[in-house]
């Protein structure tokens, strides 16, 4: 089941906790080292521990009061397969076994999404969505079921006329398209593998349709880097219903530069609200467990109520609200864990 990291945390000798900067790192890929130059004094260790501390115990205990029975999203992988090799994304060091989830599986999941009126349902997670052949008729088989809101993240490079009529035909509710860079050029080089021009005409063409169509279907641009925001919003002509602006994480464990530096924990929200399905079934701790190193449970074997309720996910939730999250092998270095 979940691995918690081991960790040299507790002193043999004192009984107490170490004082030692390990469990936070000032950059992820520093763990265990100070900044060049940077004194860290036990004063310092002291106040982020007592900082994190207070940190996750009020805002993890706002997220207890709120914990619903069943997650208010369900995240489902319907295959990890991709056809690039972005930059900022581990994808291409991937072990896991590439794969399709099974129909009857995901049908399953659909109907206790369904059954709890789960309102969100995301098709996809760490792979490119498209990819999966089944993906309309997936999506035609949530709605129809009643799930209020279907959301696909794409890289948008196999989005062609024809997939968007039969994405919008299923009812799908949202798009979200990555695009990262200003130029072509920066786009070329972040989005390894994938053609600028293709995916921007893709775009295009897709809200060309959806307004033809009058089909109430929200197209949004998702941006994780790029050198200049409002050239990238014009390079898409403004076309789309929403430009969203976010940072680039560490993937818990990818060398990454410009992520996160901070030294005060969170309690990360996703273990209190979305419930994360690989294609082979095992619910993984979050979308930030690419490789399902933090598996909570399985839904060949249980359903989703059943592991969102168990011993495992209220351990997971404990250790964010006590700011342990140093004993979570992914949790323990992922930038999302810092303020
Ligand atoms: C893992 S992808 C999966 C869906 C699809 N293949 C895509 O590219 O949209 C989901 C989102 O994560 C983003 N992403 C990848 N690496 C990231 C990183 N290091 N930090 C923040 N977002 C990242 C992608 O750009 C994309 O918007
Ligand atoms: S960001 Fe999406 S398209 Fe790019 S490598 Fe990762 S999964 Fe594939």
Redesign the pocket.
Known sequence: MHHLADSARINKKTGRKSKYLRCFPSKPTLVGKPEKGQVVTNETEQNRTKLSKVSCSVIGGVFNLALNQFPNTVRIETTNA?NAK?V??PHRKMQRPVGYMDDALYNRIIDECAEYNCDDVHL?N????LLDKHIAQRVRYAKRKGVKRVTI???GSLLTADKANELMDAGLDEIKI?F?GATEEEFERIRLGLKFDTVAANIKELVKIRDLKKFPLKIKV?C?STSDKGKTMQSLENCVDEFCF?K??N?ADFE?NHAAKSKIRKPCSRVWRTFTVLSNGKAALCCIDYEGKVVLGDVNKASIFEIWNNKSYKEMRLLHRTAQQDQITICKNCTKSFW
């Open positions: 991709c972005c900022i994304c996809h760490f792979g490119e969505p993240f794409s890289n990555s990262d998702a994780h976010g680039v994480h993937w990454i």
